[in-house]
């Protein structure tokens, strides 16, 4: 007997098969009602070298994977030609009968000849809207003969890709790529540009072979080349790789050669939309005149460098006004000052200079200026004889690590408060606190990405996710996308909390879904610089998580790669090629990172690691050999005093040395190129959020604390230091890294109240910076009384001028933090080769001294 749900249940089923039968009677009958789709290829015909001996024809083949009859009806055509110059010139040859997907070409084999076939595929559909055909193109197929006693015939396997880009707009060229592959030998590269003129070829743009004559690329010789956006001129460019096989002797003397030339790739530039503001890649500079420098002589100059991002020309033009005019008033043009450097006249004075791109190959504004920062020429009298207590000492060929930066996070979780753009502004502008990371939580909604933007634009927590993200890249910094948890339905657990690891057979839909939110972030004008793939995959916490062994993580990039390659980003006010990727930001112990930094495949697919200093906090990855010299960033801590009752005391000013303590033991003991705070806005951090007794929107003492850090060390190289002397006390001797310490301990202590020195060069040398710390117990009491200090520099270097930093307890009440940032004059000798600073207990100081180059 067949109940009513099984007659419902047959009557289905027939309906199908009716349904099915008639699709089989018609496989090739499109009926879909939709645009066109056009195919595409997922297996490109295979490129041969032969010995003219025994040859036999090959089958050239070309593969549409996972083709649905319902989107349309394929079609093959392949075809051939002689030379490089015929294809070019549309002198292709369509092959008869050569009309399925495999084809195998009847040839006569010659020492030293090549055939080029390729295919086109088209899917036709009479029922589609619009367009009834559309073509795809292979790669171009070659099938090469060797010459007799000469290396083996090298086959390219992937010629290097055409591209388009627009030039009124910052353009990240990615970089040409070939890939060949010889039996024996040893494969070297030469790339070259073909020269056009009007944009066109000529003449001599080919030689009587039909091979391109273009000029080779001084440095060129890998098997990549990156073009400069100034290479590249409107329209067409015109860009190939000779690949040869070399073999040589056992004298290393070169005994054979034949080469392959590539497919040349074509770099189309289309006009923009509108000129780009250009990039100021270094700032004016203070200037200091001493009172007796004869001005007739002297060599200072303020100057910018700065660079057009989409290929147009810069000018210039300075403003000043006087350094104790009030600040409504206006700067003045200062007529004739129209270069990148000025020589400013001995008066104290701010100048600051407006950079103008213009780009003529745009449809709408040409012109787009951007304003340098302000600087200030000052005139002052040379430091007389001063008792110094201390002597320090600065060594800048003694390098460690690059810093890249410090800043803090924001999550997408409902009890936490969200910055808006007076948090951020104070954060992010050099001119202030000058921070430039921001760490930001990818929300687990669903296996589709773009769910994100209806989660967090529909709560008021969350909404500003993309616009703070601009005003972080507006400020030239750098945004860390950090996911806490795959989609649940790739995890063992069907939830993103913690307690279940992604399914392995869900890898390649994770790395899509990484690559696709990178995307996303671009598309809605908020890209990233880098994305991890899980926060702290070695911490099972009660909330969202995803568990990852240390093998997990190493699996997952032999897996799938590099996943966000050819998805551009963006950091340090630049567009990036591609966003890094980053390998699981690691709590407590950071060996989990070793299996994939120790795996030859794994490793080459990470581009940073990153850490947490929750556990074991002195435990590095600094100086392991597989790092190959990557950035490793310390993406979270959080120090609170994890009461009610103490809350109160984590924003004051003697709970601040644990919070300096912290950043000393990442950016100076562990090595670590970046320190990233925990959320950003709370009465433990940086910016107030009302509670606590703290006001919403205050900058906070551990702001101002780390201001110290942003303003002075970003994009320069942290060096060693040496302290010598003794104390303000005049009889305690200064020891140094030592038993029994008194500045800069080597152990790791939040409560460590040793006097901090820690120092840095910027990148060109011109630039040295010190941050310095007198620390005390949390109840104020304990600590050092530094003194005054003899700060030496290194041989040749002739102080231009120096600006210091200083933040001091003050008066500090609910809501306000006074003399948290104090700028002040430093003494610098009349030989302009050493200074002086004075640091009392409890206090920061943070001083940079510019090299005279002029």
């Known amino acids: 007997m067949i109940n009513k749900k099984g007659i419902a249940i047959l009557i289905s089923v027939a309906i199908l098969s009716v349904f099915w039968l008639g699709c089989e009677l018609s496989v090739n009958e499109a009926v879909q009602n939709g645009p066109i789709f056009r195919p595409y290829i997922s297996v490109q015909p295979s490129s041969y070298a032969f010995n003219v001996a025994g040859y036999t024809d090959p089958t050239l083949s070309v593969e549409v994977a996972d083709w649905n009859s319902k989107d349309g009806k394929l079609s093959f055509q392949w075809y051939t030609f002689d030379t490089l110059k015929d294809f070019f010139e549309s002198n292709s040859t369509k092959i008869v009968g050569a009309t399925e997907k495999d084809y195998k070409p009847a040839i006569t084999a010659a020492e030293g000849k090549t055939f080029f076939y390729y295919v086109e595929v088209t899917n036709t559909n009479a029922n589609a809207v619009g367009d009834k055909s559309a073509s795809i193109t292979s790669e171009i197929a070659t099938i090469s003969f060797n010459t007799a006693g000469q290396p083996a015939t090298p086959v390219i396997t992937q010629n290097p890709a055409d591209a388009s880009y627009t030039m009124g707009r910052q353009a990240a060229i990615a970089a040409l790529e070939v890939r060949a592959a010889a039996a024996s030998g040893s494969l070297t590269y030469q790339w070259y ?13 080919f030689d009587a072979d039909g091979n391109p004559k273009g000029n080779a690329i001084t440095g060129a010789t890998q098997r990549t080349y990156l073009p400069e956006l100034t290479e590249l001129g409107k329209d067409k460019n015109y860009f190939y790789v000779v690949v ?3 073999t040589f002797n056992a004298g290393g003397d070169e005994t054979g050669r034949t080469s392959r030339i590539s497919i040349p790739a074509v770099i189309t530039m289309g006009l923009g939309e509108k000129a780009v503001p250009p990039r100021i890649d270094r700032q004016p500079k203070d200037l200091l005149y001493f009172n007796n420098d004869d001005f007739t002589t002297s060599t200072l100059t ?6 057009s991002v989409d290929g147009g020309d810069l000018s210039y033009q300075w403003w000043s006004k006087a350094a104790n005019a009030a600040p409504e008033t206006a700067f003045t043009e200062i007529a004739n000052a129209k270069d990148a450097a000025y020589k400013p006249p001995k008066t104290a004075a701010l100048y600051y200079v407006v950079v103008t791109n213009t780009n003529e190959n745009v449809t709408g504004n040409t012109t787009e200026p951007l304003t340098s920062r302000t600087v200030e020429v000052k005139l002052a009298n040379a430091a007389g004889t001063v008792n110094s207590n201390a002597i320090i000492t600065i060594a800048p060929d003694q390098r460690q690590q690059y810093i890249r930066g410090y800043g803090g996070m924001e999550t997408t979780w409902g009890n936490f408060f969200q910055s808006d753009p007076t948090d951020m502004k104070n954060m992010f502008d050099p001119e202030i606190l000058g921070y430039n990371i921001w760490r930001i939580m990818i929300p687990p909604i669903s296996t589709n990405v ?10 008021d927590y969350a909404n500003r996710y993309y616009e703070n993200v601009k005003i972080v890249n507006k400020y030239n910094g750098y945004v860390l996308a950090s996911p806490w948890s795959p989609p649940k339905e790739w995890k063992s657990n069907n939830s993103i909390n913690s307690g279940g690891h992604l399914l392995h057979t869900y890898r390649k839909q994770y790395a899509n ?6 995307r996303h972030m671009a598309s809605n004008g908020a890209p990233i610089y880098a994305i991890s793939i899980q926060n702290e995959p070695n911490y099972a916490g009660g909330y969202d998580g995803c568990e990852w062994t240390d093998e997990e993580m190493r699996d997952f990039f032999i897996e799938v790669g590099r996943f966000t390659q050819g998805v551009r980003g963006f950091g340090g006010g630049k567009v990036i090629p591609s966003v890094l990727t980053v390998n699981g930001e690691s709590a407590n112990n950071p060996k989990i990172n070793f299996p994939a930094m120790d795996h030859p495949v794994s490793n080459a697919a990470i581009d940073m690691f990153a850490r947490h200093v929750y556990g074991d906090q002195t ?20 120090i609170n005093s994890a009461n009610e009752t103490a809350f109160k005391n984590d924003w004051t000013w003697n709970y601040i040395w644990r919070f300096m303590n912290d950043v000393d033991l990442v950016i100076r003991l562990n ?8 959320a950003v806005k709370r009465f433990y951090s940086f910016i107030g959020d009302g509670a606590a007794n703290t006001s919403k929107g205050t900058i906070l003492p551990r702001g101002w ?3 110290h850090y942003s303003k002075f060390s970003i994009d320069t190289t942290r060096v060693d230091v040496n302290v010598s002397g003794f104390l303000a006390n005049g009889t305690t001797a200064i020891t140094f890294n030592g038993a029994g310490t008194n500045v800069n301990s080597n152990t790791f202590d939040l409560d460590n109240p040793s006097v901090r020195v820690t120092a840095f060069v910027s990148r060109d040398n011109n630039e040295l910076s010190l941050v310095m710390f007198t620390p005390t117990m949390t109840d104020g009491n304990g600590g050092f009384e530094f003194g005054t200090a003899e700060i030496q520099m290194p041989g040749g270097f002739k102080i231009r001028s120096a600006s210091a930093m200083r933040s001091v307890k003050g008066s500090i009440g609910a809501g306000t933090t006074e003399n948290m940032g104090i700028w002040e004059d430093v003494r610098i000798a009349s030989t302009r080769d050493k200074a002086y600073i004075t640091l009392p207990r409890s206090e920061i100081v943070s001083v940079r001294f510019i090299k005279d180059t002029d």
């Open 244 to 246: 040869s096989n070399v």
């Open 193 to 205: 540009k073909l020269p056009l003129t009007a944009g066109a070829f000529t003449a001599g743009s």
């Open 705 to 707: 604390g780390m201001a």
């Open 671 to 678: 090595n670590e190129n970046a320190f990233v705070w925990w």
């Open 302 to 307: 303020l100057s910018v460098v700065a660079t």
């Open 513 to 518: 879904y990484l690559r696709a939110y990178a």
């Open 450 to 459: 773009e769910d994100i933007k209806e989660y967090v634009l529909a709560r």
């Open 619 to 638: 435990q590095r990855l600094w100086g392991r050999a597989n790092l190959n010299g990557r950035e490793v960033w310390m993406t979270e801590h959080n």
